[in-house]
């Protein structure tokens, strides 16, 4: 038996450079081993201010943008999170099972909600539940996610303890999160302190999958380097080039070590021609599919459907499981 695992993004701004290297290229190596299903998670999306017609290109735009970046519908089951209403369901019965007090933990809330001081909406305090039913309804067993996922995390496992605790079932299975080595964690180009994020106001900050070569090159070039010359990864004092030997190495394989020897003497605009270079290559091919794809919505439609079906179908019967086990009546037929 393989392996299930399964991962979203939230449909928010582009997929960026971030996204990419964080989450959606360790999707794709994981795909021949395991039994994935990678979903958009449009639910979410809603914690923040959406502009309906804005919301349902960008729907098509990253399922498009999913399948240009390698993932294959055949070998994964790709769909719409409010295409299985399952999701919100289980969500409910989850919801009144966790305790505010974990919630108030959680640090991202605290971020955006600092960010979004107009709109501290009571779903962007308990999406972190809504997660944890997209996890459990597959019985996933991994959750390829960047660095800034863990705690949603650990509490989708704590979220598992509480159940078994109040029902004395053991439905779910126990997910671990997996993280990338190189990559877990891209951080903004302008701001090397905190990390690149699709919803930034700034769009300096981040490169996105399908943005015009010209406009990375730039955006790259004008990225924020330290203070000193010489091109060595050092987190600390040296956050700016940290970054950029990062997501070269994360783009080329090439070990952060073999890249400082490389650029020995030389200065951080050699490093940031270069590095532009690669990733407007990297991203070349991607753009060029997602270009053909995003004209053919019914193609993109139909993929919607067979993918929310084969999640649906597995999503019914942990759902149907936890109904019976808190006392529910199945509706008869
Ligand atoms: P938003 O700005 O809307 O919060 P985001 O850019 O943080 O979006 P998400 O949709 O929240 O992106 O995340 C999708 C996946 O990408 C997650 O697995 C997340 O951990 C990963 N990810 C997001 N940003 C980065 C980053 N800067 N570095 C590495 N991984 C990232
Ligand atoms: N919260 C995630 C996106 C997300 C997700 C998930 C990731 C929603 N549900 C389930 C993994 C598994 C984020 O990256 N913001």
Same mark, same amino acid.
């Given at each position: 038996m393989k392996k299930t695992i399964l991962s979203g993004s939230t @449909?928010?701004?582009?997929l960026t450079l971030g996204n990419y290297i964080g989450a959606i290229h360790n999707w794709k190596q994981l795909q021949d081993q395991y039994d994935c299903l990678y979903f958009l998670a449009d639910l979410h999306a809603l914690t923040t201010t959406q502009d309906p017609s804005v919301l349902k290109n960008r729907i098509y735009s990253f399922f498009? $943008?999913?399948? &240009? !970046?390698?993932?294959?519908? /055949?070998k994964n089951v790709i769909f719409v999170q409010s295409h299985v209403h399952e999701h919100t369901e289980l969500n409910w019965i989850l919801t009144c #099972?966790?305790? +505010?007090?974990?919630?108030?933990? +959680?640090? =991202?809330f605290k971020e955006k909600a600092e960010k979004n001081i107009k709109n501290i909406n009571a779903g962007l305090f308990t999406y972190p539940v809504l997660m944890a039913a997209d996890? !459990? !309804?597959?019985? &996933?067993?991994? @959750?390829?996610?960047?660095?800034?996922?863990?705690?949603?995390?650990? #509490?989708?496992r704590d979220i598992v303890g509480f159940f078994e605790r109040a029902y004395? /079932?053991?439905?779910?299975? +126990?997910?671990? &999160?997996?993280?990338?080595?190189?990559?877990?964690?891209?951080?903004? !180009? $302008?701001?090397? #302190? /905190?990390? +690149?994020?699709?919803?930034d106001d700034n769009e300096k900050n981040f490169v996105s999958i399908i943005e015009d070569p010209k406009k990375i090159e730039k955006k790259i070039k004008s990225a924020a380097t330290d203070s000193g010359t010489e091109i060595q990864f050092d987190e600390e004092n040296k956050p700016g080039v940290s970054n950029l030997l990062t997501l070269y190495s994360a783009l080329t394989g090439r070990t952060i070590s073999e890249l400082e020897q490389a650029y020995v003497g030389k200065m951080y605009g050699h490093l940031k021609v270069d590095l532009a270079e690669v990733v407007i290559e990297t991203l070349k091919p991607v753009r060029a599919q997602y270009d053909d794809l995003i004209k053919n919505q019914d193609y993109l439609d139909e993929l919607m459907k067979s993918g929310a079906e084969r999640a649906q179908a597995r999503a019914q019967k942990t759902l149907a499981q @936890?109904? =019976?086990?808190?006392?529910l009546v199945a509706r008869k037929n």
């Open positions: @449909v928010t701004g582009d498009a $943008q999913y399948l &240009a !970046l390698g993932l294959d519908p /055949k #099972l966790t305790p +505010m007090g974990y919630l108030n933990r +959680m640090t =991202q996890i !459990l !309804l597959y019985q &996933a067993d991994l @959750v390829p996610v960047g660095e800034d996922q863990r705690q949603h995390l650990e #509490l989708c004395q /079932k053991d439905i779910f299975k +126990m997910p671990e &999160a997996h993280i990338g080595k190189v990559g877990a964690r891209i951080m903004s !180009l $302008q701001d090397p #302190l /905190k990390k +690149m994020s699709k919803s @936890v109904y =019976q086990a808190i006392g």
